[in-house]
């Protein structure tokens, strides 16, 4: 597609059901990464995918965050049990390897997620 | 590590005149990349500018440029000729030759007055 995609746009959800979130990065994009923007503390790196190679978790907060991709394009974040304390904006990011433009990660419109 | 600060959560303008952005960063890292992200009320952020840090120009696109001070470790942004298109939340942020993540500042909401 033209540009990084997200689904759901919204997601609202009662204190402890899991939620699933998708991204579909831009073809050809190998690298791809999940950042949480909530009121308290800004923009946080949570997780990057880069091709086959294991995935970078350092930014997981908790062991209830899981993510995963799938055929190096699409990939899922699975918040289990959640909490008040995870409604946020979950944005999903990719970036190509190698040209010009390596350096420039290109960002979907998120999906807002909120625990009742 | 690294951070990034933005020291003001709102600015306004009005149309057509030309408004500063502040962001100043900290890093013991020589080899790095700066990027300005703007995001409107739909959340989508965009690329706005990009600066590599072994470069000396300071990068422009159009209406936006940079000054760059890698030894004051600042980044501002100027918009040149504002318009009403560019209201919006501006993100400072950061990221290492050698890493992933970006770092990035608290933001400066930007209004844009007619």
């Known amino acids: 597609g033209a540009g990084v995609s997200q689904s759901p746009s919204n997601k609202v959800t009662e204190k402890g059901k899991d939620v699933e979130l998708r991204c579909d990065p831009i073809s050809g994009h190998t690298a791809l990464y999940w950042y949480r923007q909530s009121l308290g503390q800004g923009l946080e790196f949570l997780i990057y995918f880069q091709g086959n190679s294991a995935p970078d978790k350092s930014g997981l907060p908790s062991d209830r965050f899981s993510a995963e991709r799938t055929g190096g394009s699409v990939s899922t974040l699975t918040i289990q049990r959640t909490q008040q304390e995870d409604s946020a904006v979950y944005l999903c990011?990719?970036?190509?390897?190698?040209?010009?433009?390596?350096?420039?990660?290109?960002f979907g419109p998120g999906t807002r997620l909120t625990v009742l | 590590a690294q951070t990034v600060t933005q020291s003001q959560p709102e600015m306004s303008v009005q149309e057509a005149e030309t408004v500063t952005l502040s962001c100043t960063y900290d890093?013991?890292?020589?080899?790095?990349?700066l990027f300005w992200y703007k995001q409107p009320p739909s959340r989508q952020m965009i690329l706005v500018i990009r600066?590599?840090?072994?470069?000396?120009q300071n990068a422009t696109e159009n209406r936006f440029s940079v000054n760059f001070q890698k030894a004051a470790k600042s980044f501002s942004l100027k918009i040149s000729d504002s318009q009403l298109g560019d209201a919006a939340m501006y993100f400072c942020?950061?990221?290492?030759?050698?890493?992933?993540?970006?770092?990035f500042g608290q933001g400066t909401r930007l209004t844009i007055n007619p």
């Open positions: 600066q590599e840090a072994y470069k000396q």
């Open positions: 990011a990719s970036r190509v390897n190698g040209g010009p433009k390596e350096d420039t990660q290109y």
């Open positions: 942020a950061y990221r290492n030759r050698g890493a992933q993540k970006l770092v």
């Open positions: 890093t013991s890292e020589s080899d790095y990349y």
